[in-house]
């Protein structure tokens, strides 16, 4: 029912395109950027490097051990912290820098410098009239779970917004982003070049309400090479998956609903070694944590991980 509904708004997307406008001078206006976002108590920074012909790493792998691990933001205290993961078994967690303005939230991952290290993408998009620094985005350079450097997106956008994930949709290597407008349901990717924006390609507007993109991390549900989105709609309960042709939206596909709108999709990586996408799912009533493992669109097999209580604490990635 969803999907039919999803594919029903695509046919909307040339009426709507006029959105990718606005979006175009709300960048335009402010190609100044924004000030790196540097983690609390952090006075050395690495100069930025990029490492040519670099073997990007994969699907949110923070210790390189060929499995996914999961990131963490407590959303009170502004702690991060990156959990271990030995295929599906938590293994340790691992304090990263803290971020104490809570304007910034992590917005994805990939490896923005292409030296097979999984860096941080993070989004200041806090309402409040003293926050100077909305709209910025920037990433950290992590090696495993220690800072490096930070470096901010030569540009910045004003508007409704929202930094929803990151993959490397037109194959160059370098990490591309995934925004969403939670107002006129405009859907835009930004080919980056390392942190230079370097083309803008609208996406399929999805204006119907409910729906939101749960990021892409790099993963590709069908196997032609290109990252996939994964969709959920927080009001009916179903999930969806856009498969990409390069920055090209191609079609879509229902995974299983789930109705209970308390779970939310929370990570998108690979967690048990088969080469396929897995969905992360957190209870945001319970605290309950739960990896689907994926063959495809098809749900194989639920592994619970261990639950976290403290609802503050907010699964952000790998996505
Ligand atoms: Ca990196
Ligand atoms: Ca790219
Ligand atoms: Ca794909
Ligand atoms: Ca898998």
């Known amino acids: 029912m969803g999907i039919k509904r999803l594919v029903f708004s695509l046919s909307l997307f040339a009426a709507i395109a006029g959105c990718s406008v606005s979006f175009a001078a709300e960048l335009q206006g402010q ?6 976002l540097r983690p609390d108590g952090v006075l050395f920074n690495a100069p930025w490097f990029a490492v040519p012909g670099g073997t990007p790493a994969a699907d949110g792998d923070f210790d390189g051990d060929g499995g996914g691990d999961i990131l963490w933001r407590n959303n009170q205290t502004g702690e991060n912290v990156l959990w271990y993961l030995n295929g599906t078994t ?5 304090a990263l820098p803290p971020v104490s303005d809570l304007n910034w939230f992590i917005a994805g ?6 030296d097979g290290q999984t860096d941080i993408l993070w989004h200041n998009n806090g309402s409040s009239p003293e926050n100077t620094q909305r709209g910025s985005v920037s990433v950290w350079l992590m090696r495993g779970a220690t800072y490096l450097t930070s470096a901010a997106l030569s540009s910045t956008v004003t508007g409704d917004w ?45 204006s119907e309400s409910g729906w939101n993109i749960y990021g892409s991390g790099d993963s590709d ?9 994964v969709w959920r709609n927080n009001q009916t309960g ?3 998956i856009w498969f990409m042709n390069g920055t090209t939206y191609s079609t879509s596909a229902a ?7 308390d779970w939310q999709i929370s990570a998108v990586g690979e967690y048990n070694n088969d080469g396929k996408p897995d969905l992360v799912w957190r209870n945001n009533q319970t605290g309950a ?5 994926m063959n495809g669109t098809a749900l194989v097999q639920t592994v619970a991980l261990p639950a976290v209580g403290e609802l503050r604490w907010k699964m952000v990635g790998p996505r």
């Open 109 to 114: 991952t990939g490896d923005f410098n292409a």
């Open 221 to 229: 549900f069908d196997g032609n090479g290109t990252p996939d989105i």
């Open 162 to 206: 929202h930094l929803r994930g990151a993959g490397d949709f037109n194959g160059d290597g370098s990490p591309d982003i995934i925004w969403r407008n939670y107002t006129t349901g405009a859907n835009v990717l930004w080919l980056l070049n390392g942190v230079l924006v370097t083309e803008i390609i609208n996406l399929p507007s999805v």
């Open 90 to 94: 938590y293994t340790s967690t691992v």
């Open 31 to 36: 190609l100044a950027g924004g000030s790196p």
């Open 289 to 293: 944590n739960t990896i689907w493992l």
């Open 238 to 240: 179903a999930n969806t």
């Open 255 to 261: 995974i299983p609903s789930v109705s209970d709108l």
